[in-house]
């Protein structure tokens, strides 16, 4: 057995691999090297002699056998087998020439383009490249003239194809069956789940379906623990505030907050402080709306309305298993905040959510819910607001002089900036022409400090709570954002959409 990676070897091109998905991945081989009328094929074990066998049948030339880790040649098939862009466009095309009403419903590895029915071709490789793109959300629109489907990329929708009109109803119940969803049900919302794998991973997809005026719109949250970045060194936390809040977390009391609209990265920042304090003398328990991933060592809830399973009222069972850490999906009712404030005063550290632009509107917000202000002075550690930026492609990043009313808006003085010039990205084959690849995290930490209390008890006011908390020290989302653009990380639009309904 040679010492070569299997990745160092050229691998056959997809359109050349006479070699099925389905039996490559069974049998643990693949042809990685073709040289005088001989392919090197890859194997787990040179002893397989009825796997070598057929594959000699598949390629009808002579083999080399080539010895390797189950492990590589798993990585191996996934990316081989991965169709490239060219093919799939080539088959959008050939959906307008051919259609079937075969619709086979069993669940199977998204990477096999085997099966003769194109729907079920047609909807694995709209999973495959959602995922492949680094999508959150899949969209199934059905409008007046057919089908719309887009993927929400870095928080942002983008059209992405549109199937003739008539596979849609053929599409959108497959989907529902990979969901176990009621098919005949087309007057009323559904939730469902479906996973799926590719290649070695498991990919889990959250279903929502709404009836709307042209038949049923479905849409599909992505949750592919293979993206999730865990680990408060990973998401992008300024060092200083990355130490305040992780003194934060070590107490053995009190409540933590992280705000922000839906998609800002709360639950990651969330599930990344757990991960951190996890361990085997640390007893944590959750409960969320829903579960989206599992965590090793932490006892996860879901919230289920159908059995009047709601965050207070597993909240209230979960304070009866002995915790010391508790996380609260969303504070979202003056029970669930009661409870959780009476939870931190006894002994228990708690860390939940709120929906508010900023971190000082989220001790108001609990005060119109009903919350007393010597209560929150007595329980709140910490209060942080955080959002998600778009990062400029790095492969077609140019830089340009701004216009004063550019700098205006971003409050940025020409001196400010690293020699005059600001960054965007041109848009490439790399980030799908959009000027963007990937995020990153902007945070507004406020620590309840003596001051913010002492304030806090006077006057429940978010524009005096912000006056103090900056002059202790705290940065606003939008200061974050712009220092970001200043670095050349983002483009000054994008701060302008993401901090524009927050503190500015």
Known sequence: MGSR????????????????????????????????????????????YEVHKEARLYLGTNIELYECTKDEIDAAIEQVYHQKGEEREAFFDEL???????????????????????????????????????????????????????????????????PPKEYQSQLLTRVKVLAKLDIAEKRLPQDGRIKLAMGGRTIDFRVSTVPVVYGERIVLRILDRGNVLLGLDRIGMPKAMLTSFRKAISSNQGIILVTGPTGSGKTTTLYSALSEVNGS??????????????????????????ISLTFSKGLRHILRQDPDVVMIGEIRDKETAEIAIQASLTGHLVLSTLHTNDAPSAITRLVDMGIEPYLLSSSLLSVMAQRLLRRICPHCTQSYEPTNQELKDLELSRDQLKNGVLHMGKGCDQCYHTGYQGRIGIYEYMPVSRT????????????????KAEAEGMSSLKNEASIHAIQGLTTSAEVLRVTRHGNV
């Not at 081989?29 to 002893?47: F, H, N």
């Not at 003398?281 to 159908?306: C, F, H, R, S, W």
């Open 96 to 162: 307008n020439e051919d259609a079937t009403d075969d619709v086979d419903i069993e669940s199977i590895d998204i990477l096999d383009q085997s099966s003769d029915s194109p729907i079920i071709r047609l909807l694995n490789i709209i999973f495959l490249e959602a995922i492949e793109q680094g999508a959150s959300d899949i969209h199934f629109e059905p409008t007046e003239v057919g089908l719309h489907v887009r993927y929400r990329i870095d928080g942002v929708l983008q059209t992405r194809h549109t």
């Open 281 to 306: 003398d640390v007893n944590i328990m959750t409960i969320e709306d829903p579960v989206e991933y599992k965590l090793p060592g932490i006892a996860q809830i879901g919230v289920n309305p159908k």
């Open 5 to 48: 990676g299997l990745f160092d070897a050229p691998l056959v091109a997809l359109k050349e691999q006479k070699i099925p998905y389905s039996f490559a991945k069974r049998g643990s081989i693949l042809p990685i090297e073709e040289k005088e009328g001989t392919v090197v094929l890859a194997t787990v074990s040179r002893s397989d």
């Open 452 to 467: 913010i209390k002492e304030k806090l008890l006077q006057s429940v006011d978010a524009a005096g709570l912000q006056q």
